[in-house]
């Protein structure tokens, strides 16, 4: 499976480092160096990358500012490379490239794939690459939210079935309730709309507007309104084409036509032109005499009839009534209509709709709490056997007496769902709340692992709790700071074997001083001081062959040359090599 991996570090000008680079292995890599050497600078400069406070005081004296530069290669479709595509910032070849700066003034600046951006989202991002263990910066699985997320992968089937089958019946009862509050917040809102939408209803169908009327009448009213005129013209148009009885010395254009025709006619077999001409003429004859006639027909028929202008004009205000409500003309009122029938018939339907609601709540929230008590039985079967698991883990991680127990619980809620006689509260995930509790000695009450365990005890539970978690939890990077505090021996070596066991499945960083640990780890980095107490580019070394023997045969009795710190250390690594 591609995961993603933190694969360097530049650091400049933090802390004790000048300027240094930090080439971390896709497995396990194992942080060494003496004493103030620098060794929890890149604890310091990862937080930095992931959105950490910037404290000025990080700032190398004499230096403007403190640079801490990551290159993560992140998968495509992760959710971290989703995220940092939103905020505008690229990949290169399939890496993240992360900037962080601490001016010695105290601003902070981030940048996110060559791309500024605020600090905000490089925390954002945390949750979905690095998990840090340490004793002042705890992450991961120390939020509640992530350890029910993270029993529920170790659980699997057991809890992946119903959570489905729940999560389903949770969202459509998110939207039947949601309609049932609509509809009963706004109950009189609704009743005020559909008591407008029956008068506009009730009004439109008194005055039963049929669609285009509002033009035929206008038009209508047009004509009648100049009812005289128009007749005048147009039987003065009538005697102009066809003569006046009441004149017959009077010239009229049908005479005057019919008089060229009939002079043409006698000549034009002479000339083919003209006989076109003559043609054309009596045509024109035709036409004058058929425009006469529907002029005669037009001035007999037409009424002036103010009985009839006054119903038109009557009928034409009733109209305006409307348009000026329901729509800018008739056509648009008959479609507000038919929109508010529909409209209406939803409301009026509202007191079905209320009690069909109800009844799917009600069905709904019983079958929640039924497979809520499933998940619920599951999460607490599984729970138990994790938590064997861990113990079990601390045992070995010189914790002996310690005992880490899950507890699944719920919240009384009147507003929640019934299960077993209790009202409890629910959400998308069911109705539990997982917390995970250390007692780290017999006697001791358990409580939450943030609180129940010192700060090389912490990392010690996170590690057997991501060692049990190993391969369901999504952070892909660990780093783990003292989680060796207090130990040594065989419990060290235990933890070194822990750590290589959870490299399998992630990428694991150790800042350790035993060398135990450091022995199993598929890098390890030297972090060294020069003469003038800083660390510079060459003061971050990857160790091999030889220097790694010599680093451990230091670790081992403070001497680099004892044969018998060398033996050791070549045991120490062989042991590693064979146990992997």
Not at 149 to 157: E, I, M, N, S, V
Request: aromatic share 2%.
């Amino acid at each position: 499976m591609v995961r993603s991996v933190l694969e360097e570090m530049r650091i400049r000008s933090l802390g004790v480092i000048d300027d240094a680079v930090v080439e971390l292995s896709p497995g396990f890599t194992a942080v060494t160096g003496e004493t103030g050497a620098g060794k929890t600078m890149v604890v310091t400069s990862l937080g930095l990358l992931l959105g950490g406070r910037a404290d000025p005081a990080l700032v190398r004296i004499g230096a403007k500012s403190a640079v801490v530069e990551g290159r993560v290669t992140v998968p495509a479709g992760a959710a971290a490379a989703l995220r940092a595509e939103e905020a505008g910032a690229e990949l290169d070849d399939g890496a993240l490239l992360i900037s962080r700066t601490v001016s010695a003034e105290g601003r902070s600046r981030a940048h996110l794939g060559g791309r500024s951006v605020p600090v905000g989202l490089l925390a954002e991002l945390a949750d979905d690459l690095v998990a840090v263990h340490g004793q002042s910066d705890q992450q991961g699985l120390l939020k509640p939210a992530r350890q029910r997320g993270a029993l529920d992968r170790y659980a699997g089937d057991a809890v992946a079935g119903p959570l489905d089958k729940y999560t389903a019946a949770y969202r459509r009862l998110r939207a039947v309730s949601a309609e049932l509050d609509e509809i009963t917040t706004r109950a009189r809102e609704r009743a005020q709309e559909a008591d407008m939408l029956r008068f506009g209803l009730d009004e439109i169908a008194a005055v039963e507007p049929r669609t285009g009327e509002d033009v035929e009448l206008a038009a209508e009213a047009e004509r009648l309104g100049h009812a005289e005129a128009l007749a005048s013209a147009a039987t003065a148009a009538h005697a102009a084409l066809a003569g006046n009885p009441e004149d017959p010395e009077g010239v009229d254009a049908s005479t005057l036509v019919a008089g060229a025709h009939r002079v043409l006619e006698t000549v034009r077999s002479h000339d083919s032109a003209l006989a076109a001409l003559a043609e054309r003429i009596g045509e024109v004859g035709i036409l004058l005499a058929d425009v006469a006639g529907e002029l005669a027909g037009y001035a007999d028929d037409l009424d002036a009839d103010p009985l009839r202008l006054a119903a038109v004009e009557e009928r034409r205000a009733a109209l305006t009534q409307l348009t000026r409500k329901y729509g800018e003309d008739v056509g648009a009122v008959l479609a507000w209509a038919e929109a508010g029938a529909a409209r209406l018939a939803e409301l009026e339907g509202d007191d079905d709709r209320l009690e069909d609601l109800t009844a799917e709540r009600d069905a709904l929230r019983t079958e929640l709490a039924g497979l809520a008590r499933e998940l619920t039985e599951a999460r607490a079967e599984t729970a138990a056997r994790f938590a064997a698991a861990v113990t079990e883990e601390l045992a070995s991680l010189a914790m002996p007496h310690a005992r880490v127990t899950i507890d699944v619980r719920q919240t009384d809620d009147p507003e929640g769902v019934e299960i077993d006689g209790r009202t409890v509260a629910y959400g998308p995930s069911g109705v539990d709340e997982v917390e995970l509790l250390l007692a780290p000695h017999p006697g001791a009450p358990p409580r939450p692992i943030a609180k129940g365990a010192s700060g090389g005890e912490l990392s010690r539970v996170m590690l057997a709790v991501e060692v049990v978690f190993a391969g369901t939890d999504p952070v892909p990077t660990y780093l783990f700071d003292e989680v060796d505090a207090g130990v040594g021996g065989k419990a060290a070596v235990e933890i070194g074997r822990r750590l290589a066991k959870l490299a399998k499945s992630a990428q694991v960083v150790v800042v350790t001083h035993l060398p135990q640990v450091a022995a199993f780890a598929d890098r390890q980095l030297l972090v060294e001081k020069t003469h003038d107490g800083s660390v510079t580019r060459s003061g971050v070394q990857v160790l091999e062959g030889e220097d790694r023997v010599r680093e451990l045969s230091r670790m081992l009795a403070g001497q680099e040359d004892s044969e018998t710190a060398r033996a050791h250390a070549e045991e120490l690594l062989a042991a590693a090599r064979a146990d992997g």
